[in-house]
Protein backbone atom coordinates (compact mmCIF):
# COMPACT_ATOMS: atom_id res chain seq x y z
CA UNK A 1 0.00 0.00 0.00
CA UNK A 2 2.37 2.68 0.98
CA UNK A 3 4.91 3.74 -1.96
CA UNK A 4 8.80 5.71 -0.68
CA UNK A 5 8.04 9.25 -1.61
CA UNK A 6 9.69 12.42 -1.84
CA UNK A 7 13.24 13.12 -1.21
CA UNK A 8 13.76 16.36 0.54
CA UNK A 9 17.08 18.05 1.37
CA UNK A 10 18.06 14.55 2.85
CA UNK A 11 15.25 13.50 4.81
CA UNK A 12 13.30 10.27 3.53
CA UNK A 13 9.93 10.43 4.97
CA UNK A 14 6.85 7.30 3.94
CA UNK A 15 3.80 8.89 1.79
CA UNK A 16 0.58 7.08 2.30
CA UNK A 17 -1.04 6.02 -0.54
CA UNK A 18 -3.71 8.00 -2.19
CA UNK A 19 -6.47 5.16 -1.58
CA UNK A 20 -5.59 5.81 2.25
CA UNK A 21 -5.69 9.58 1.51
CA UNK A 22 -9.44 8.90 -0.06
CA UNK A 23 -10.37 6.99 2.59
CA UNK A 24 -9.82 8.96 5.25
CA UNK A 25 -11.37 12.27 3.79
CA UNK A 26 -14.35 9.73 3.04
CA UNK A 27 -14.51 8.85 6.86
CA UNK A 28 -14.35 12.47 7.55
CA UNK A 29 -17.58 13.39 5.68
CA UNK A 30 -19.61 10.42 7.37
CA UNK A 31 -19.11 11.74 11.17
CA UNK A 32 -21.23 15.50 10.17
CA UNK A 33 -24.23 13.19 8.83
CA UNK A 34 -23.66 11.04 12.11
CA UNK A 35 -23.57 13.43 14.36
CA UNK A 36 -27.34 15.09 12.61
CA UNK A 37 -28.94 11.99 12.70
CA UNK A 38 -27.90 11.01 15.92
CA UNK A 39 -29.33 15.15 17.43
CA UNK A 40 -32.28 14.48 15.31
CA UNK A 41 -32.54 11.07 17.19
CA UNK A 42 -32.69 12.55 20.05
CA UNK A 43 -34.95 15.11 19.66
CA UNK A 44 -37.67 12.96 18.60
CA UNK A 45 -38.15 11.62 22.28
CA UNK A 46 -39.21 15.61 23.41
CA UNK A 47 -39.81 16.88 19.87
CA UNK A 48 -42.64 19.88 21.20
CA UNK A 49 -39.68 20.75 23.15
CA UNK A 50 -36.28 20.56 21.68
CA UNK A 51 -37.36 20.93 17.82
CA UNK A 52 -35.46 24.52 17.68
CA UNK A 53 -32.49 23.23 18.49
CA UNK A 54 -32.70 21.31 15.15
CA UNK A 55 -32.03 25.13 13.50
CA UNK A 56 -28.63 24.94 15.24
CA UNK A 57 -27.36 21.81 13.91
CA UNK A 58 -24.54 22.94 12.12
CA UNK A 59 -23.22 25.16 15.20
CA UNK A 60 -23.62 22.30 17.31
CA UNK A 61 -21.69 19.97 14.92
CA UNK A 62 -19.37 22.67 14.79
CA UNK A 63 -18.71 23.08 18.61
CA UNK A 64 -18.28 19.21 18.77
CA UNK A 65 -15.94 19.37 15.75
CA UNK A 66 -13.56 21.57 17.80
CA UNK A 67 -13.61 19.44 20.64
CA UNK A 68 -13.23 16.30 18.90
CA UNK A 69 -10.23 17.42 16.33
CA UNK A 70 -8.67 19.76 18.82
CA UNK A 71 -8.20 16.20 21.27
CA UNK A 72 -6.30 14.49 18.31
CA UNK A 73 -4.48 17.30 17.02
CA UNK A 74 -2.61 17.56 20.38
CA UNK A 75 -2.18 14.25 21.17
CA UNK A 76 -1.81 12.36 17.93
CA UNK A 77 -0.56 15.50 15.55
CA UNK A 78 -3.64 14.48 13.27
CA UNK A 79 -7.24 14.89 12.53
CA UNK A 80 -9.58 11.97 13.69
CA UNK A 81 -10.00 9.98 10.23
CA UNK A 82 -6.12 10.44 10.08
CA UNK A 83 -5.31 8.83 13.24
CA UNK A 84 -8.32 6.30 12.45
CA UNK A 85 -5.92 5.01 9.39
CA UNK A 86 -3.03 5.38 10.95
CA UNK A 87 -1.92 8.99 9.70
CA UNK A 88 -0.25 12.18 11.31
CA UNK A 89 0.91 15.45 10.08
CA UNK A 90 4.20 16.79 10.06
CA UNK A 91 5.59 19.89 8.87
CA UNK A 92 7.53 20.81 5.89
CA UNK A 93 9.55 24.68 6.51
CA UNK A 94 12.17 25.70 3.83
CA UNK A 95 11.55 22.20 1.94
CA UNK A 96 13.09 20.46 5.00
CA UNK A 97 10.78 18.14 6.82
CA UNK A 98 9.99 18.65 10.76
CA UNK A 99 8.64 15.59 13.13
CA UNK A 100 6.54 18.26 14.97
CA UNK A 101 3.99 20.58 13.82
CA UNK A 102 4.65 24.41 15.15
CA UNK A 103 2.02 26.08 16.80
CA UNK A 104 1.19 28.26 14.25
CA UNK A 105 0.36 25.17 11.62
CA UNK A 106 -1.48 23.27 14.81
CA UNK A 107 -3.48 25.74 14.86
CA UNK A 108 -4.24 26.61 11.77
CA UNK A 109 -4.90 23.33 11.03
CA UNK A 110 -7.53 23.10 13.71
CA UNK A 111 -8.86 26.89 12.28
CA UNK A 112 -9.46 24.95 8.30
CA UNK A 113 -10.32 21.28 9.97
CA UNK A 114 -13.45 22.91 11.84
CA UNK A 115 -14.33 26.33 10.05
CA UNK A 116 -13.94 25.20 6.50
CA UNK A 117 -16.37 22.37 6.22
CA UNK A 118 -19.23 24.97 8.18
CA UNK A 119 -18.70 28.00 5.86
CA UNK A 120 -19.27 25.60 2.95
CA UNK A 121 -22.45 23.84 3.92
CA UNK A 122 -23.92 27.37 5.47
CA UNK A 123 -23.15 28.89 1.85
CA UNK A 124 -24.60 25.70 0.34
CA UNK A 125 -27.70 26.53 2.38
CA UNK A 126 -27.93 29.72 1.40
CA UNK A 127 -27.62 28.90 -2.11
CA UNK A 128 -30.32 26.32 -2.06
CA UNK A 129 -32.76 28.46 -0.39
CA UNK A 130 -31.99 31.24 -2.91
CA UNK A 131 -33.08 29.43 -5.80
CA UNK A 132 -35.84 28.27 -4.04
CA UNK A 133 -37.02 31.44 -3.85
CA UNK A 134 -36.52 32.10 -6.89
CA UNK A 135 -38.81 29.21 -8.86
CA UNK A 136 -41.46 30.01 -6.24
CA UNK A 137 -41.12 33.40 -8.05
CA UNK A 138 -39.72 35.92 -5.64
CA UNK A 139 -38.86 38.97 -6.39
CA UNK A 140 -35.88 40.94 -4.96
CA UNK A 141 -37.37 44.31 -3.33
CA UNK A 142 -34.11 46.42 -4.74
CA UNK A 143 -31.49 45.73 -7.08
CA UNK A 144 -28.65 45.20 -4.62
CA UNK A 145 -30.57 42.28 -3.13
CA UNK A 146 -30.70 40.74 -6.41
CA UNK A 147 -27.32 41.25 -7.24
CA UNK A 148 -26.32 40.26 -3.42
CA UNK A 149 -28.46 36.69 -4.24
CA UNK A 150 -26.54 36.30 -7.51
CA UNK A 151 -23.24 36.89 -6.18
CA UNK A 152 -24.49 33.99 -3.33
CA UNK A 153 -25.64 31.53 -6.03
CA UNK A 154 -23.28 31.89 -8.58
CA UNK A 155 -20.63 32.53 -6.74
CA UNK A 156 -21.22 29.18 -4.55
CA UNK A 157 -21.16 27.19 -7.92
CA UNK A 158 -18.32 28.53 -9.58
CA UNK A 159 -15.84 28.59 -5.75
CA UNK A 160 -17.30 24.83 -5.78
CA UNK A 161 -15.57 24.14 -9.16
CA UNK A 162 -12.86 25.67 -8.83
CA UNK A 163 -11.86 24.04 -4.90
CA UNK A 164 -12.41 20.64 -6.76
CA UNK A 165 -10.60 20.89 -9.46
CA UNK A 166 -7.74 22.20 -7.35
CA UNK A 167 -8.06 18.86 -5.46
CA UNK A 168 -8.29 16.75 -8.18
CA UNK A 169 -4.88 18.06 -9.84
CA UNK A 170 -3.15 18.31 -6.47
CA UNK A 171 -4.35 14.70 -6.59
CA UNK A 172 -2.37 14.21 -9.87
CA UNK A 173 0.75 15.48 -8.58
CA UNK A 174 0.49 13.47 -5.81
CA UNK A 175 0.04 10.22 -7.50
CA UNK A 176 2.79 11.39 -10.10
CA UNK A 177 5.22 12.00 -7.45
CA UNK A 178 5.51 15.59 -8.41
CA UNK A 179 4.03 16.73 -4.55
CA UNK A 180 4.09 15.56 -1.52
CA UNK A 181 0.80 17.80 -0.49
CA UNK A 182 -2.13 15.15 -0.35
CA UNK A 183 -4.79 18.22 -0.47
CA UNK A 184 -4.54 22.04 -0.96
CA UNK A 185 -5.40 22.92 2.70
CA UNK A 186 -2.12 20.85 3.54
CA UNK A 187 -0.53 22.70 0.85
CA UNK A 188 -1.22 25.64 2.07
CA UNK A 189 0.30 25.38 5.65
CA UNK A 190 3.08 23.77 4.18
CA UNK A 191 2.27 19.98 5.97
CA UNK A 192 2.70 16.65 4.40
CA UNK A 193 0.93 13.37 5.87
CA UNK A 194 3.05 10.39 6.33
CA UNK A 195 2.07 7.62 8.91
CA UNK A 196 2.45 7.64 12.80
CA UNK A 197 4.64 5.82 14.84
CA UNK A 198 2.84 2.64 17.14
CA UNK A 199 1.57 3.94 20.31
CA UNK A 200 2.31 2.39 23.73
CA UNK A 201 -0.39 1.26 25.16
CA UNK A 202 -0.81 -0.13 28.98
CA UNK A 203 -1.77 -3.86 29.12
CA UNK A 204 -4.73 -4.52 31.31
CA UNK A 205 -2.16 -7.15 33.10
CA UNK A 206 -0.59 -4.32 33.91
CA UNK A 207 -3.51 -1.96 35.07
CA UNK A 208 -3.88 -5.51 37.53
CA UNK A 209 -0.54 -5.08 38.77
CA UNK A 210 -1.07 -1.74 39.81
CA UNK A 211 -4.50 -2.04 41.41
CA UNK A 212 -2.92 -5.11 43.24
CA UNK A 213 -0.11 -3.26 44.13
CA UNK A 214 -2.48 -0.03 45.24
CA UNK A 215 -0.09 2.36 42.76
CA UNK A 216 -3.34 2.87 40.89
CA UNK A 217 -3.86 6.68 40.24
CA UNK A 218 -5.68 9.41 38.88
CA UNK A 219 -3.67 9.61 36.04
CA UNK A 220 -4.53 5.69 35.08
CA UNK A 221 -7.88 6.55 35.13
CA UNK A 222 -7.71 9.15 33.32
CA UNK A 223 -5.90 6.91 30.66
CA UNK A 224 -8.57 4.33 31.09
CA UNK A 225 -11.23 7.23 29.92
CA UNK A 226 -9.41 8.64 27.43
CA UNK A 227 -8.72 5.16 25.62
CA UNK A 228 -12.28 4.20 26.18
CA UNK A 229 -13.31 7.22 24.86
CA UNK A 230 -11.15 6.95 21.66
CA UNK A 231 -11.91 3.38 21.36
CA UNK A 232 -15.65 4.11 20.96
CA UNK A 233 -14.75 6.79 18.51
CA UNK A 234 -13.31 4.68 16.19
CA UNK A 235 -15.23 1.67 17.06
CA UNK A 236 -18.23 3.77 15.49
CA UNK A 237 -16.22 5.42 12.47
CA UNK A 238 -15.55 1.87 11.45
CA UNK A 239 -19.56 1.22 11.77
CA UNK A 240 -20.34 4.08 9.88
CA UNK A 241 -18.04 2.96 6.49
CA UNK A 242 -19.09 -0.61 7.05
CA UNK A 243 -22.58 0.92 6.79
CA UNK A 244 -22.26 3.35 3.94
CA UNK A 245 -20.54 0.22 1.96
CA UNK A 246 -23.16 -2.33 2.96
CA UNK A 247 -25.90 0.43 2.21
CA UNK A 248 -23.68 1.31 -1.35
CA UNK A 249 -23.58 -2.69 -2.35
CA UNK A 250 -26.86 -4.03 -1.52
CA UNK A 251 -29.16 -0.98 -2.18
CA UNK A 252 -29.85 -2.04 -5.70
CA UNK A 253 -30.02 -5.56 -4.90
CA UNK A 254 -32.81 -5.44 -2.09
CA UNK A 255 -34.92 -2.88 -4.28
CA UNK A 256 -35.13 -4.91 -7.54
CA UNK A 257 -35.52 -8.03 -5.26
CA UNK A 258 -38.98 -6.23 -3.47
CA UNK A 259 -41.96 -7.40 -5.00
CA UNK A 260 -43.78 -4.47 -6.85
CA UNK A 261 -46.87 -3.42 -4.49
CA UNK A 262 -50.09 -2.89 -5.99
CA UNK A 263 -51.15 0.86 -6.57
CA UNK A 264 -53.57 2.50 -3.77
CA UNK A 265 -57.45 3.19 -4.26
CA UNK A 266 -57.46 6.62 -4.89
CA UNK A 267 -59.95 8.74 -2.57
CA UNK A 268 -62.74 10.36 -4.02
CA UNK A 269 -61.46 13.71 -2.11
CA UNK A 270 -57.68 13.56 -3.70
CA UNK A 271 -59.34 13.49 -6.85
CA UNK A 272 -60.72 16.70 -6.77
CA UNK A 273 -56.82 17.92 -6.09
CA UNK A 274 -55.80 16.38 -9.43
CA UNK A 275 -53.36 19.07 -10.75
CA UNK A 276 -54.37 21.57 -7.87
CA UNK A 277 -52.44 22.57 -4.42
CA UNK A 278 -55.70 21.72 -1.92
CA UNK A 279 -54.70 25.28 -0.23
CA UNK A 280 -54.63 28.28 -3.24
CA UNK A 281 -56.45 25.81 -5.56
CA UNK A 282 -54.15 26.89 -8.46
CA UNK A 283 -51.94 25.35 -10.86
CA UNK A 284 -49.10 22.93 -8.58
CA UNK A 285 -46.10 25.45 -8.32
CA UNK A 286 -42.43 23.96 -7.06
CA UNK A 287 -44.59 20.32 -6.67
CA UNK A 288 -43.69 19.21 -2.94
CA UNK A 289 -45.75 16.17 -1.56
CA UNK A 290 -46.35 15.43 2.15
CA UNK A 291 -44.87 12.55 2.83
CA UNK A 292 -47.63 11.64 5.80
CA UNK A 293 -50.69 11.83 3.38
CA UNK A 294 -49.73 11.65 -0.39
CA UNK A 295 -51.18 15.28 -1.30
CA UNK A 296 -49.09 17.84 -3.68
CA UNK A 297 -49.29 21.24 -2.67
CA UNK A 298 -46.82 24.19 -3.32
CA UNK A 299 -43.81 24.78 -1.73
CA UNK A 300 -44.20 28.10 -0.79
CA UNK A 301 -48.56 27.32 0.63
CA UNK A 302 -47.45 24.21 3.05
CA UNK A 303 -44.62 25.10 4.72
CA UNK A 304 -46.22 27.72 6.63
CA UNK A 305 -49.41 25.73 7.37
CA UNK A 306 -46.55 22.99 8.88
CA UNK A 307 -44.69 25.24 10.94
CA UNK A 308 -47.72 26.60 12.34
CA UNK A 309 -50.34 23.68 12.42
CA UNK A 310 -47.94 20.63 12.19
CA UNK A 311 -50.61 18.54 10.59
CA UNK A 312 -51.34 17.60 6.98
CA UNK A 313 -54.40 20.38 6.03
CA UNK A 314 -56.32 18.14 3.79
CA UNK A 315 -56.30 14.57 6.13
CA UNK A 316 -55.34 16.30 10.08
CA UNK A 317 -52.45 13.73 10.08
CA UNK A 318 -49.55 14.96 12.65
CA UNK A 319 -46.53 15.98 9.94
CA UNK A 320 -43.10 18.55 10.96
CA UNK A 321 -40.84 19.61 8.18
CA UNK A 322 -39.17 16.99 7.46
CA UNK A 323 -42.19 15.21 5.89
CA UNK A 324 -42.11 17.56 3.08
CA UNK A 325 -40.59 15.72 -0.41
CA UNK A 326 -39.71 18.61 -3.08
CA UNK A 327 -40.23 16.81 -6.82
CA UNK A 328 -38.13 18.38 -9.74
CA UNK A 329 -40.36 17.74 -12.15
CA UNK A 330 -39.56 19.08 -15.93
Not at 43 to 66: A, C, D, K, M
Not at 74 to 101: D, Q, W
Request: net charge positive; proline share 5%.
Amino acid sequence: MAEKGAHLTGTTFIKPSIFEIIAQESLASTVEPAFKKILSFIVSFNPERYRHLLRWTNEGYLIFNIILQHYYLKKYSASFSEVFYGLKRIGITNFKVRHNLSKKQEKLSLVLMVLFPYLKNKLSELSQSYKLEEIDGYVPQTKWQKLYRNCVTKGYIISFMIYEFMVLYNYILYVAGKSVYQSPQLRLLSITLTYAEAQSVISISDLLKKIKNNSFGISDGVYILQQTLTTSFEFGAFFLQFLSWWTQEHLYTNLITLPIPPPPNIPEIAKQYKGICPICWKALRVHTVLSVSGYAFCYQCILPVIRKSKKCPVTKYPAKEDDLIRLYLD
